[in-house]
């Protein structure tokens, strides 16, 4: 079945800690995003990757970094997590920046 | 700063009705768009989209319309049905050097039986 993978699915955790979320695709895309999900503003993007090693920033890239070593995995990582990154994180991909996007069900992250 | 944004926050319509959802955007750079729809505790799905060499695209019972002269974009969707209801979003794929997606904020359809 195609589909966009992410873990964890919630995650509470506190100020500081480091954490990782992951993402994985097994259609082959080379469009790869993170975006951030708040009320009232919609989805916001974060990182994108055009394929392996090509990431670029989003509109809200301050306090995330990504990686894209494999083309099937696009990692989001939290060095320093804050409060204000409690939110709904979204990862999706597509073959292109031009095509629609899959999206993975979503990582409900709470900073406290 | 830019943005693609929306006319009307929440939609109500009668079951068996036409539906029309609006977005304006406001970058010239943009040559792709999309609607999205999201269910309660869902990820965004696709419905339809549209390049920005056309003014018009048909799919199953929705129709989206690119208006670029004033930057506007609407999804149409014919004989509403309760099933409709969800939280749709446009988004616009930027061409400035990079490919940035921005989305809208979204507007809600509410179907009445």
């Known amino acids: 079945e195609a589909q966009v993978t992410q873990n964890p699915r919630y995650l509470i955790t506190v100020t500081g800690k480091k954490l990782t979320v992951t993402c994985s695709q097994n259609?082959?895309?080379?469009?790869m995003s993170w975006y951030r999900q708040d009320p009232g503003l919609g989805l916001r993007q974060i990182y994108y990757s055009m394929n392996v090693e090509v990431t670029d920033k989003g509109d809200v890239p301050e306090g995330y970094k990504v990686s894209r070593k494999e083309k099937r995995n696009f990692p989001l990582i939290l060095e320093s997590p804050s409060p204000n990154q409690t939110s709904l994180y979204f990862c999706?991909?597509?073959?292109?920046?031009?095509?629609?996007?899959?999206f993975g069900p979503g990582t409900r992250l709470t900073v406290t | 700063g830019e943005s693609v944004g929306l006319h009307l926050p929440t939609l109500s319509v009668q079951e068996g009705d036409n539906s029309i959802i609006n977005c304006a955007y406001s970058?010239?750079?943009?040559?792709?768009f999309i609607w999205y729809k999201q269910e309660s505790g869902k990820g965004p799905q696709f419905i339809i989209d549209?390049?920005?060499?056309?003014d018009k695209r048909q799919g199953q019972r929705v129709t989206v319309l690119l208006n670029k002269t004033v930057k506007h974009l609407s999804l149409q969707i014919a004989a509403t049905q309760p099933g409709d209801s969800a939280v749709y979003f446009c988004?616009?794929?930027?061409?400035?050097?990079?490919?940035?997606?921005?989305f809208g904020a979204g507007t809600r359809l509410f179907v009445k039986a």
């Open positions: 970058n010239s750079a943009s040559d792709y």
């Open positions: 999706a991909s597509s073959y292109g920046p031009r095509d629609e996007q899959y």
């Open positions: 988004a616009e794929t930027r061409n400035t050097g990079g490919f940035k997606t921005i």
């Open positions: 549209i390049r920005s060499n056309m």
């Open positions: 259609m082959n895309h080379e469009y």
